[in-house]
Structures are given as structure tokens and as C-alpha cells.
């Protein structure tokens, strides 16, 4: 009777197991339905360029799919390492940095703008040091102070020039004091320049 009793509820655990199987199947066929076109559009977003999660979170909520599905897909992608927040963030500011020539300032203003945790991006920023801030802000100086082709009359038009020349730094964020420094500078060894092709010593410096 024992024995009878033992393997009726083993019939009736095996039954329930059986029906539980049946009931996950569909709710991962559900489950995989509704994913299925969030996780296509994620994809042929990180397609394009790599993106940090908040960026994809926004971009997939403005497509009007379920918040709950954006999740899961999202933890999806980063289960398998396609979304990456650390990694995005080093490569988003080495390459901006040596391509664009975008100081350590406007780059952290970018990836605050992506969503991009502080720890991350102090990480992320601990690339760039001083020296290649200073690198960086010389070569965009000498590419600008290159259009200077002739002395200054006066002392107004050689702070017009220098003018220009930290707006081309402000604008991608590179420290007033630095800029200030390489700007004078960058426009002093231009002027020199000039001087020494045409032989002039008009104008103010």
C-alpha cells in the first residue's frame, strides 16, 4: 500500500512537472516574441556605433516599446558583451580625443549627456593626461594660426587673432589658463614667421 501510495504521487509530481514544462514553453515563446523586435532594433543600432545602455534605453523608449522588454533586452546584450558601458566610454574618449581634438572637460560632458556612470567615465578620462591635453590644443592652434598671412597693424588686431584662436579652444573645452598660454604662444612663433619671410617689423606683438 505504501509502495502504491509512493508511486502515485511520484505519477501525479511527474504530471505537474510535465504540464509546468509545457506552460514554460509558451511563456518563453511569449517572452521571445516580445523581445524579438526590441532586440532587432537594438541591434541594428549598435551596428551603426557603439552605445552605452542609457543611450540604447532612450533610443528604444522613444520607439515606443514596452520599458519592462527594453530591460530584459538590454540585459540580454550586456549578458553577451554587446553593450558595455566601461569599454564604450574608453574607446568614446581616445578616439574623440585624438581625432576630434576634444579636450578631457567637453569629452566628460559627453558621456554624462550618454548616461555614463561617474566612476566610468573618471576611468575612461584617466587616458588623457596633461601632456595630451597640451599636444592637442597646439595642433589645433597651428592649424588655425596657418590662415594668419600677414603682421598685425596694431595692438587691436593682434588680440582679434588671439581671440579667435582661444575660441577654437573654448569651443571644445580645454582649460581658459592653458589656452591662454598656448594661444599667445602659437600666435608669437606664427608672427615670427612672417617676419622672417618677408623681413617686415610693422605691426604689434
Known sequence: MENQDAIARLRQALAEYAEGERENTILDAREEEAKAPVRERALKLLNQRARSREELRTRLRDLDFPTGVIEEVLDDL???????????????????????????????????AKGVASDIREDALSQITREDEESIAWAILEKKARRITSI????????????????????????????MALAHRCLDERLEELRQSTGGEDGEG
Not at 593682434?158 to 569651443?171: F, I, N, S, T, V
Open 152 to 179: 598685425p597693424r596694431d595692438s587691436a588686431e593682434y588680440d582679434k587673432h588671439l581671440r579667435r584662436l582661444l575660441g577654437m579652444l573654448a569651443r571644445r573645452g580645454f582649460p581658459q589658463g592653458m589656452s
Open 78 to 112: 550586456e549578458g553577451v558583451g554587446l553593450i558595455n558601458d566601461r569599454h564604450f566610454a574608453e574607446q568614446w574618449v581616445r578616439q574623440r580625443h585624438e581625432r576630434r581634438g576634444k579636450s578631457a572637460r567637453m569629452l566628460d560632458r559627453e558621456l554624462i
